[in-house]
């Protein structure tokens, strides 16, 4: 599951408006997009690279660093990346395609706006630097945030969190 990654890095949980059951994707139903598509070769890359578990003690860069590596891994087994290791933009923006007419403008503005900017969130620092989790953070959020009315969960703890981002 590629937007798991959300979870492992929210970081401190008194930023987080949800109980331990609620999830912050369930505001915005399109946040899901691209899960179906990616689901059959997620495993693989789990099997190579176990999802990490947050230790007391554990640094949130190493656990992010992980993380990232997982994702590269998911990005590369869906033909998301080019033979560098850098995205494909073609292929992203097939795989976040979509006919709803509502939804469209706001997941090509943010596909767009990501593939353009997500560089810049890529540390130095990290072993793999396709910004395969970069720029899925930054299409999850800009999603979230531009949320059509029609997909969006006007719950006060979605509220909340929007206002937080």
């Known amino acids: 599951h590629l937007l798991v990654t959300s979870w492992v890095l929210a970081g401190d949980e008194d930023c987080a408006p949800f109980k331990s059951n609620e999830r912050h994707w369930d505001c915005c139903r399109p946040v899901n997009l691209t899960v179906k598509k990616f689901s059959n070769n997620t495993k693989t890359c789990v099997e190579k690279l176990p999802l990490p578990t947050r230790q007391p003690g554990d640094s949130f ?11 590269e891994c998911v990005f590369l087994e869906n033909g998301m990346l080019t033979e560098d290791k850098t995205l494909d ?5 097939e795989l976040y ?38 720029f899925t953070n930054c299409v999850e959020r800009a999603i979230f945030t531009n949320c059509p009315s029609g997909y969006w969960n006007s719950s006060k703890e979605c509220t909340d969190f929007k206002a937080k981002l």
């Open 97 to 134: 395609s979509t006919n709803d007419k509502e939804l469209a403008a706001v997941v090509d503005d943010a596909v767009k706006d990501c593939l353009d900017s997500h560089k810049e969130d890529i540390e130095d620092s990290m072993e793999c630097k396709s910004g395969g989790l970069q």
């Open 61 to 71: 860069t190493a656990v992010k660093h992980r993380v990232s590596c997982l994702v």
């Open 89 to 93: 933009k073609d292929a992203i923006k």
